[in-house]
């Protein structure tokens, strides 16, 4: 069985907090009115970069400039590769095309919620293995 493949972005504040969309409350997509880091599936002959670059102009309208790979992830049927940029947004700026809205969230707040295919999981790794090393617990 051939997987899907989706790439995703972890966006960072200098606060270190993660930028997450509140997905659209319809029965027809997988985790309805759930919380999730922004992303979205491969195309025809896209890279798993070109697609998160692709989906973050679709989705918020803006270029990513360097981003940084943090892993492969196998995910239920799906394999998402998750990308991590740090970046300042200011929010009520941004245009959000997909989803109901964004927000950011501290780790104890994310810790708290129950997050879309398992970004939980994604994000604990994040933060053990990248952002507490690089930036200081």
């Known amino acids: 069985m051939n997987k899907i ?17 509140l997905r659209d409350d319809k029965e ?8 999730n880091l922004l992303g979205g599936i491969l195309e025809n002959n896209e890279s798993p970069e070109e697609c998160i670059r692709r989906e973050i102009r ?15 992830y196998n995910i239920y049927d799906r394999e998402h590769y ?21 927000a ?15 970004c939980n999981k994604i994000l604990n790794d994040f933060f053990v293995q990248v952002l507490w090393p690089q930036f200081g617990r």
Not at 5 to 21: K, P
């Open 5 to 21: 493949q989706g790439s995703v972005i972890i966006l960072l504040n200098s606060n270190n907090e993660i930028l997450l969309v």
């Open 58 to 72: 679709e989705e918020i309208e803006i270029e990513l400039g360097n981003i940084n790979f943090f892993q492969k």
């Open 28 to 35: 027809s997509i997988p985790f309805p009115n759930t919380w």
């Open 104 to 118: 950011y969230f501290t780790k104890d707040e994310l810790d708290q919620n129950q997050l879309a295919f398992q």
């Open 82 to 102: 998750v990308f991590w940029k740090q970046i300042d947004l200011d929010l009520t700026e941004i245009q959000l095309n997909e989803g109901q809205r964004l």
